[in-house]
């Protein structure tokens, strides 16, 4: 995930590329009249110090730093860092010249979210803000069907673990929990309502991405890496608590997303070349079929070389994918909903793309798709009706929460959050936070 900032000259912007995987940010700065691109690279011994504070078993915490600003002189950057579930601002010097970094240290320690960060037209001074932070998974009474939210909703998830992404099983029966507890990212299952929260896999050097109950709910799909580059696709059994690699080459891939209608195969963003930032996520099809060849076990579906691709979906009727294509323009990121026929066909655009509008979901009856979206201050969960006969979305997005203060709200880090619904319930992740403002002075020594 890319973002950026003005350079304080006003003639060009920076862009800082953020990867859960590599603890590394690459940055790089272009003049907007054109002209060559400045590549800041991170000389060893700051590559050590960095990731001296990041041990490969926590590498995916890095998905949710992206805020960073220049000092007004251009001699520094500050930036935000995670590690163990804490949240620090760095400052990072460079040479105003060359843009090459010289030293990086941490300028705050608490043990909870430093974020905002704001530096002051002299650059003599760094505001932010000091937050505390938990992270539940909520239930909500839920018409799909109809898009209401019948009643209250209730946490359904410990206050030890921050539960960031979540999946319910087709039956309700079953929660999978990717987040952290303590520090460390696990996945974890829950036996619904309110069970007891069971690691799926435990005591190993693995990470794992939030798992996808299949059809029958007894398997579920995820990625697991270790270190920065090595990942595979893999099936989970919830009857012998074991994995099993995907037949497929699923290196390039990041997140599965979906399972196909009759179990045999998932959907992921693959396509992804991790040693070069100049890659497309591209929509794969992945077989979980032993019978099928390793040479027939993987296809790409969906690509566009402007688009990164992600959160593919198949619609109750097998007919159609919705997915979401987000580019890095130059004034904003851009983040889209589109649909298009399972088949293969042209891309139906469902929102505007004027905000952010993340993580579709179809309705059980195919007709409405829901999806997360700030169009309003707020991420809150929206839906538009689409006509799965005709395929077209049909009048405007409604919105269906009202999450609208700190108290409790969906959080703005919205890369690594995922929501669910099945049966006549809806889970979010949800945030209540609580935070002061804080000054740094002498910033700029």
Not at 4 to 19: E, S
Not at 26 to 31: A, D, I, Q
Not at 140 to 157: E, Y
Request: with cysteine.
């Amino acid at each position: 995930m890319a973002y950026a900032v003005w350079h304080p000259d006003g003639r060009r912007i920076t862009t800082w590329v953020t990867d859960s995987d590599n603890p590394i940010p690459n940055l790089s700065t272009e003049p907007v009249d054109g002209g060559p691109v400045v590549e800041s690279k991170f000389p060893p011994e700051l590559q050590r110090q960095i990731e001296s504070a990041a041990p490969a078993p926590n590498i995916a915490e890095w998905r949710m730093d992206f805020r960073f600003a220049w000092a007004p002189s251009g001699k520094a950057i500050f930036f935000e860092r995670t590690f163990r579930g804490a949240r620090n601002v760095w400052r990072m010097t460079v040479d105003p010249v060359t843009l090459q970094p010289t030293t990086v240290e941490r300028l705050t320690t608490s043990p909870g979210l430093d974020v905002e960060l704001s530096v002051s037209p002299d650059g003599s001074k760094l505001a932010f803000t000091s937050v505390h932070q938990q992270i539940r998974a909520w239930t909500f009474p839920f018409d799909a069907i109809h898009g209401r939210i019948s009643g209250p909703g209730q946490p359904v998830t410990s206050a030890g673990i921050e539960a960031w992404a979540l999946s319910l099983s087709r039956d309700g029966k079953k929660l999978g929990i990717w987040g952290s507890r303590d520090g460390q990212i696990g996945t974890w299952e829950e036996s619904a309502p309110n069970g007891p929260e069971e690691p799926l896999m435990a005591g190993d050097s693995y990470t794992r991405d939030p798992p996808i109950w299949s059809p029958d709910g007894k398997r579920a799909a995820y990625m697991r890496r270790t270190g920065w580059q090595k990942r595979e696709a893999v099936v989970w059994s919830s009857e012998t608590r074991s994995e099993e690699v995907i037949a497929a080459d699923s290196s390039s891939c990041s997140m599965v997303y979906d399972w196909s209608p009759d179990g045999k195969s998932v959907f992921a963003a693959c396509g992804i070349d991790w040693t070069a930032h100049t890659h497309r996520s591209e929509i794969w099809q992945l077989s979980v079929d032993p019978s099928v060849s390793r040479e027939f076990s993987a296809r790409k579906i969906i690509a566009d070389p402007n688009y990164d691709l992600w959160q593919s979906h198949v619609s109750p009727d097998h007919r159609w994918l919705v997915f979401e294509g987000s580019r890095d323009l130059l004034h904003r990121p851009d983040s889209t909903i589109f649909a298009m026929p399972a088949a293969g066909g042209r891309w139906i655009q469902i929102t505007d793309g004027k905000q952010w509008d993340d993580k579709p979901r179809w309705s059980p009856d195919g007709k409405t798709i829901y999806f997360l979206s700030d169009r309003q201050g707020f991420f809150n969960l929206w839906g538009i009706h689409f006509d799965p006969v005709k395929g077209h979305p049909q009048g405007e997005p409604f919105r269906v929460t009202t999450f609208e203060t700190p108290a409790l709200k969906i959080p703005r880090r919205i890369s690594p959050l995922e929501f669910s619904f099945a049966g006549d319930r809806l889970v979010l992740p949800l945030a209540q936070a609580s935070g002061n403002i804080w000054i740094l002075d002498n910033v700029d020594r």
